[in-house]
């Protein structure tokens, strides 16, 4: 596509419950990350992956949160068990060169965990 | 470590200002490359510019410019005539190479600008 989709746009969810939220990066890209922008906060880095590389994991805040990329394209980033605290903006970017080129940002998920 | 600071939260000037937003970083790399993005409020993260280390290069786009200063791992973000739509939420950022394949940007917390008409 033409930028990176992150679906869903919003998701409220009840603490405790699994949440998956979706990316589907630029086409061609290989480098993918996940970000979380809670309130008023800068850009906390979380995963990345790079073409068919073990991805650095990181930045994953605990073990409930997890990531995958399918085919090398599309990532699901699953939180489990979800807490008040996960509330944040999930932001995804694709890059084409993973370092020299500019990263594109989706939109974001906005997680409410209430 | 990796570090980016952006010592400026937020500032306010009035339509027509000119106004910096600061940025220092912190690498041991000798190459890497910096960034900047604006987010305004509808969220989304918008690319404005990347220099890489070898090139101190000022640049100018129209109403932007940046000034890239090694010796003080400086990288400055100028808007001249401000306008309102430049009201946003700036974040600086930079991305080494960390590791078996892996690269990471790491971003500094954001200055919020607001252009009062």
């Known amino acids: 596509g033409a930028g990176v989709s992150q679906s869903p746009s919003n998701k409220v969810t009840e603490k405790g419950k699994d949440v998956e939220l979706r990316c589907d990066p630029i086409?061609?890209?290989?480098?993918l990350y996940w970000y979380r922008q809670s309130l008023g906060q800068g850009l906390e880095f979380l995963i990345y992956?790079?073409?068919?590389?073990?991805?650095?994991k990181s930045g994953l805040p605990s073990d409930r949160f997890s990531a995958e990329r399918t085919g090398g394209s599309v990532s699901t980033l699953t939180i489990q068990r979800t807490q008040q605290e996960d509330s944040a903006v999930y932001l995804c970017?694709?890059?084409?060169?993973?370092?020299?080129?500019?990263?594109?940002f989706g939109s974001g998920t906005r997680l409410t965990v209430v | 470590a990796q570090k980016v600071t952006q010592a400026q939260t937020e500032i306010s000037v009035v339509e027509k200002e000119d106004v910096t937003l600061d940025c220092v970083y912190e690498?041991?790399?000798?190459?890497?490359?910096l960034f900047w993005y604006k987010q305004p409020p509808s969220g989304e993260l918008v690319f404005l510019i990347r220099?890489?280390?070898?090139?101190?290069q000022n640049e100018i786009s129209g109403r932007y410019s940046w000034n890239f200063q090694k010796s003080t791992s400086s990288f400055n973000f100028t808007i001249t005539a401000s306008q309102v739509v430049d009201s946003a939420v700036y974040f600086c950022?930079?991305?080494?190479?960390?590791?078996?394949?892996?690269?990471?940007?790491?971003f500094g917390k954001g200055t919020k600008l607001s252009v009062i008409p």
């Open positions: 950022a930079l991305s080494v190479y960390s590791g078996a394949g892996s690269y990471q940007l790491t």
């Open positions: 220099r890489n280390s070898f090139d101190e």
């Open positions: 970017a694709s890059s084409l060169v993973s370092q020299g080129a500019g990263y594109t």
């Open positions: 086409s061609g890209h290989t480098a």
């Open positions: 992956f790079q073409g068919n590389s073990a991805p650095d």
């Open positions: 690498t041991r790399d000798t190459t890497y490359y």
